[in-house]
């Protein structure tokens, strides 16, 4: 293997586990779906590095944009739920 | 020549890693945001130089991919997932 | 007719000129120009006429502006001190047609150091790197420049003395 | 070496160094509004350069009609996301950073 593929698989690596680490420790769930969408772009390119070109184009479109904007509209689903939840106490 | 364009993917995913730093840091939604912008133009330049080095032609399909996604994954951002709500905490800049 | 070979050419460019795909092209080609219809039906065509030696002369300044914008923001992003002083400043449109005004708000992001933040109505609110830079000519340049390619009326010069109007901001 | 080759390394080097500029603007800069400027500007630029150097080397018309295809959605795509993100974040309420 060349040295700048090597770099470039050691960088996509790093990467991966860098956002993934981050996804799970994170406590803001808006962050957490942004990191999501990442992390699949990032693998994505790593399916690219291991030459699996059908799995990385299904990884981007589904994997990082539909699962990402599901995230996000359950994201806010979940907050309007709870500013609803909380009004209720405020007023009962 | 294959070399040099794979030594440029190895430095823009690099400088990707560098630019996500500021996607987690925050401090507002809208920085995190720039991660679909960041995405959407060095994915795209790594995807086509890597379609070059290693001959496959494919690669530049996935580049189109990668850049309707950052559209999409921006606007989904925008409309989908960012008004007012009690779950984010450091929304606010200051 | 003119659409069927657009497709057309649109297709033999995404497969990279390969000639043994060309069953699979006309089918596309021929849904394209279904959906085509579909959306011409239920959405109110807007007439957009580009102007050819317009559309020509376009693209180098384009280009220029282009460079200019990245080596200003490189510039500045790698310089010691970071000589930034952003502000936003309020700027009438003088294009008139909405297809115009879409295309002048984003070739505006391309532009050097700016870029619109805010729109309403013919009023954009235009978010600057250095607010020292007089950017209302070059402004009403690239508006004089977009009008030319898409064959809207020639843009009036700033009238003498008269300042934007107040913004609705602030 | 062909001449191309010759001409498409400076041009890739340019885009290396605009991609690092529009990073390192991303981490410097005060707010929203100028980490957009850094990104869509410099990137922009970058990618473009990218895009001149692989259409020097690209063999076929089609494939270079196809990588200048790719930039041009590229452009329209940060064009338009920086004016959204930016209006959003304004009607959010986020100030503009102004030097103190």
């Known amino acids: 293997m060349s040295p700048a593929g090597w ?3 050691v960088a996509l690596v790093t990467l991966i586990l860098g956002l993934a680490w981050r996804l799970l ?3 803001n769930l808006f962050e957490a779906v942004v990191l999501f969408v990442a992390f699949g772009l990032t693998l994505s390119l790593a399916w690219v590095r291991l030459g699996a070109t059908d799995l990385a184009l299904a990884e981007a479109a589904v994997g990082a944009g539909l699962t ?10 979940l907050a309007e739920k709870l500013a609803e939840r909380a009004e209720e106490e405020v007023d009962g | 020549m294959a070399e040099a364009y794979m030594a440029l993917a190895a430095f823009l ?4 890693g560098a630019g996500l730093w500021r996607v987690a840091r925050g401090p507002t939604p809208a920085d995190r945001m720039l991660a679909a912008q960041l995405f959407g133009s060095t994915g795209v330049a790594v995807l086509l130089l890597l379609a070059e080095a290693a001959d496959a032609p494919a690669l530049r399909d996935v580049a189109l991919v990668f850049a309707l996604l950052a559209v999409v994954a921006g606007i989904a951002f925008v409309k989908l997932g960012w008004s007012q709500d009690p779950l984010a905490e450091d929304d606010h800049a200051d | 007719m003119r659409r069927a070979l657009a497709y057309g050419t649109a297709w033999w460019v995404l497969v990279e000129g390969r000639s043994d795909t060309w069953v699979a092209g006309i089918i596309a080609a021929a849904l394209a120009l279904g959906a085509r219809r579909l959306l011409d039906r239920t959405a109110a065509p807007v007439p957009v006429r580009i102007d050819v030696p317009g559309l020509l ?8 502006e282009s460079v200019r914008g990245g080596v200003d923001v490189a510039r500045r992003a790698l310089h010691r001190r970071l000589p930034i002083a952003p502000a936003l400043i309020p700027y009438p449109l003088t294009l008139r047609t909405r297809p115009a005004q879409i295309f002048f708000v984003n070739a505006v992001s391309l532009a050097p150091g700016m870029f619109v933040a805010a729109w309403t109505g013919d009023v954009v609110l235009v978010h600057v790197l250095d607010s020292g830079v007089n950017v209302a000519p070059r402004l009403r340049a690239l508006e004089a420049r977009i009008a030319a390619m898409l064959g809207e009326p020639a ?3 700033w009238p003498p003395g008269s300042g934007p109007p107040a913004p609705p901001w602030r | 070496m062909p001449i191309s080759t010759w001409l498409s390394i400076p041009l890739l080097l340019a885009g290396a160094f605009f991609f690092l500029g529009g990073t390192i603007g991303m981490l410097r800069f005060p707010d929203v509004y100028t980490r957009l400027h850094a990104l869509t500007k410099a990137d922009n630029l970058g990618l473009g350069l990218i895009t001149g150097a692989l259409v020097l080397e690209a063999d ?3 494939v270079r009609a196809k990588l200048l295809l ?3 959605l590229v452009l329209a795509a940060t064009a338009t996301l920086c004016h959204i993100v930016a209006r959003a974040a304004l009607e959010r309420g986020i100030r503009p950073w102004r030097r103190p």
Do not use: E
Not at chain 3, 57 to 64: A, E, Q, S
């Open chain 3, 57 to 64: 002369r376009f693209v180098p300044f384009f280009l220029r």
């Open chain 1, 7 to 9: 770099t470039l698989d």
């Open chain 1, 68 to 77: 990402g904007a599901l995230f996000m509209h359950a994201r806010q689903r």
């Open chain 2, 13 to 16: 995913v690099v400088n990707v």
């Open chain 4, 60 to 62: 076929g018309w089609a």
């Open chain 1, 25 to 27: 420790w994170t406590r």
């Open chain 3, 155 to 157: 843009i009036p010069p």
């Open chain 4, 70 to 72: 790719i930039w041009i």
